[in-house]
């Protein structure tokens, strides 16, 4: 009697351990995700990831709990997608901007085709996604995507015409370099976390990215001239391991897709309001001085610009991407949702 009691206990303990051991379950305690940004934490790509851990969280009910990891601490900005298809975190947020070639069709948003703000540039990003489905997320579940706003010169002198720009060290990355390459500057690439120690130590003048950098990195203490060209955004995507993604239950996996356009326009409203306050906060606080070029200049330097578009659709096209129906997908989404 003893030896069976003895037996039914083991077998009850084992039983409890199993259930526990399974994904999802009622009794396995709440699920944990680890979530990496190569950023510091105070920055746009951090902001939208603490909304999305606190939405999922208060959606589930607290049945998922996710840790994130900002400022690189995890993965960095160039290893952010191997490290999640390898697992080393289950989340991550990477700017695909970073490897032009590796994500050819979404950065195909930043080529320049008048994307105005971040929301119109977020929710068209997520369209081209969605419809094309590419290869190069194949490995990850997608969560969702967004863009910046439209980029600008931020620098230590004034630029005020093309001569001025001409062979000025400005940093940039993916498709935004050659844009300054084509208006006559010296585009050094890096990621953007390296950015303040190149400012400091004069390697680059200024910097080409959208305006919220101002405040978030203090740049306006160090660039005190910003020359609008309100010139292409840069694209960003969060994405997840994916077999933890198909570990997930079903109901889970559904909070988190109704919430990849939410996010993604959340992001955009978020980061077009941070810009704003990023410049009054910059012109009132650092003095920071705006310039606007004149419209005979602006025409000059949209010239310039022309060839890019035609010469990305040439190049896509020859290595089998639909770069011409990208194009035209991207300006239809465009005057979508810009109400047109
Ligand atoms: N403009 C891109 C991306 C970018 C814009 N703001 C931030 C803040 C933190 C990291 C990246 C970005 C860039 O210049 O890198």
Redesign the pocket.
């Known amino acids: 009697m003893k030896k069976i009691t003895v037996m039914l206990a083991a077998m009850f303990v084992a039983v409890v351990v199993m259930v526990g051991m399974v994904p999802g379950t009622a009794s396995a305690g709440p699920i944990k995700l680890t979530y990496a940004n190569?950023?510091p934490a105070p920055?746009?790509?951090c902001v939208q990831m603490e909304r999305w851990k606190k939405e999922v969280e208060k959606r589930t009910n607290g049945k998922v709990l996710v840790q994130t990891f900002p400022g690189g601490t995890l993965l960095g900005a160039k290893n952010m997608m191997d490290g999640i298809v390898a697992g080393q975190a289950d989340i991550g947020c990477l700017?695909m901007?970073?490897q032009p070639g590796r994500f050819m069709i979404t950065n195909a948003t930043s080529l320049p085709l008048g994307i105005p703000n971040s929301l119109v540039g977020s929710l068209v990003l997520w369209d081209i996604y969605k419809k094309y489905q590419p290869k190069a997320f194949s490995k990850v579940k997608v969560l969702t995507m967004f863009t910046?706003a439209p980029?600008n010169i931020m620098s230590k002198i004034p630029i005020r015409t093309l001569e001025d720009i001409k062979g000025v060290n400005l940093?940039?990355?993916g498709g935004?370099a050659q844009i300054l390459k084509a208006w006559g500057a010296n585009p050094v690439g890096m990621?953007?976390?390296s950015?303040p120690e190149a400012l400091e130590k004069g390697v680059v003048k200024g910097?080409?990215?959208?305006l919220?950098?101002m405040k978030?990195?203090k740049f306006a203490e160090l660039c005190k001239y910003v020359t609008m060209t309100d010139a292409v955004v840069?694209p960003?995507a969060v994405v997840m391991n994916l077999s933890r993604w198909n570990s997930l239950p079903r109901d889970v996996q559904q909070i988190f897709d109704e919430l990849g356009t939410q996010q993604a326009a959340w992001t955009g409203v978020y980061m077009d309001n941070h810009v704003r306050k990023s410049m009054s906060w910059s012109k009132r606080k650092q003095g920071v001085k705006v310039i606007r070029l004149s419209k005979a200049e602006k025409a000059r330097w949209n010239k310039l610009l022309e060839p890019i578009v035609n010469n990305w659709i040439a190049s896509a096209e020859s290595k089998g991407v639909p770069g011409k129906a990208l194009v035209r997908d991207i300006k239809a989404f465009m005057r979508m949702y810009e109400g047109k």
């Open positions: 190569f950023p920055t746009f790509p700017c901007a970073y910046t980029s940093r940039a990355s935004a990621p953007m976390p950015t910097l080409f990215s959208s919220e950098v978030d990195f840069y960003f």
